[in-house]
């Protein structure tokens, strides 16, 4: 029975670095060594370890995305199990290990079957490994809504939160406010004392508003630049204070459209790079073969990013964490940096420090993935769980 696995004749990208002519050794759901090739073929495995020839492709952490909302004709949207156990098994094959299924603002009835049906497929996954819930809302600004329905946003209602909560069993991991919302800081307080990510994001927020919500331990912000204050000389507002503030860190949808590669390039000479978080925001019919194309109950249609089809406004993404990769090294980035911001920097800043990180003692999620960055292997708690083609 197998119970290891080394890779080896690997280039090895830990998470801080590339490291050649290395061998990377799994037993049950651990990394135990890391290792050069030469220690390798001194070593010896008996027949229940499982030896893979890299053939010098490179093996890194595996990718975490803690923006999706889905992917493959199956989404959070969707309110069910099946749904939710999909996206697992669909985002394997693209080099996901784990994911935070996200949930747009809704009716307090749908959110709460949204919610427990996440909970109820934790456990239960065939491919990457659910995290917990990112809840987009409802809690957000009716000025920035981006394809969001007013009718579904709500003032910040403590009790509800509670409710949110208590169903989902302490699964929430993150979840987009308004900081300037009235009562957002006794909320901001209670979500810091369940140890939930608040982000600031869909929010006209001063700059001031969010030096304040700072205070209250709001230090990430969703999709930077889309649906929030912009910067300007006078008011620096949500986006500026992200420049102007080394403490916070954000994530972008690196497709293309959501943000100009050039801003993504400056953005990175302005913030520390272990700040930056790539996600995929992506909708339902990401990935979908089939039409019509439906993502929180709007007809969409595909030209680089989801446009709501009533108004044209855009909707989300069709990217996968691999295109993400993919687009950040074609802007120029090294793909050491890329890992950072795809796999070590969600690890951290969502408190899942058993992630991101190649090295003894994390946890086995990994990813192989050949010299144009296609995946050859997805590796889950220690297992193969995905062989490219």
Not at 66 to 73: K, N
């Given at each position: 029975m197998q119970n290891s696995i080394c890779i080896h004749n690997a280039t090895v990208l830990n998470g801080f670095t590339q490291m050649k002519n290395c061998a990377v050794l799994i037993k049950k759901n651990k990394i135990v060594d890391v290792f050069n090739e030469e220690r390798f073929l001194k070593k010896k495995f008996d027949g229940n370890t499982l030896l893979i020839d890299a053939k010098g492709a490179y093996v890194t952490p595996g990718?975490?995305?803690?923006?999706?909302?889905?992917?493959?004709?199956f989404g959070?949207?969707?309110?069910?199990?099946?749904?939710?156990?999909?996206?697992?098994?669909?985002l394997s094959t693209y080099g996901v290990t784990s994911f935070v299924p996200t949930l747009y603002a809704g009716t307090k009835q749908k959110m709460l079957k949204a919610i427990k049906a996440v909970v109820s497929a934790m456990?239960?996954?065939k491919g990457a490994r659910i995290l917990g819930i990112h809840l987009e809302g409802p809690f957000i600004s009716k000025d920035r809504l981006g394809v969001q329905s007013a009718s579904d946003i709500s003032p910040v209602d403590l009790n509800l939160m509670k409710e949110f909560w208590n169903a989902s069993k302490g699964h929430i991991v993150n979840m987009t406010v308004a900081p300037e919302l009235k009562g957002m800081r006794e909320l901001a307080l209670y979500a810091v004392s369940k140890g939930i990510v608040l982000q600031a994001g869909h929010t006209n927020a001063t700059y001031e508003q969010m030096v304040e919500a700072m205070q209250a331990r709001i230090f990430h912000v969703t999709h930077l630049f889309n649906a929030m204050s912009r910067m300007h000389h006078r008011d620096p507002g949500v986006v500026g204070a992200v420049f102007i503030h080394p403490e916070l860190s954000c994530e972008i949808i690196a497709d293309g459209i959501h943000i100009n590669p050039e801003i993504i390039k400056f953005l990175l000479s302005c913030k520390s790079l272990d700040k930056v978080v790539l996600v995929t925001d992506s909708l339902k019919p990401a990935k979908q073969k089939t039409k019509p194309l439906i993502a929180n109950g709007d007809e969409v249609y595909l030209d680089k990013c989801f446009y709501r089809k009533s108004d044209h406004a855009i909707a989300g993404s069709a990217l996968t964490m691999i295109d993400s990769l993919k687009n950040i090294v074609s802007y120029g980035f090294h793909l050491e940096q890329a890992v950072h911001m795809a796999s070590t920097n969600p690890a951290r800043i969502m408190k899942q420090e058993h992630l991101g990180i190649i090295a003894p003692g994390y946890e086995a999620d990994l990813v192989v993935l050949d010299e144009k960055l296609n995946v050859l292997y997805t590796i889950i708690g220690g297992k193969m769980n995905y062989k490219g083609k």
């Open positions: 990718l975490i995305d803690t923006h999706i909302h889905g992917i493959g004709g959070t949207d969707d309110g069910t199990q099946k749904s939710i156990l999909k996206m697992s098994e669909i456990g239960k996954e």
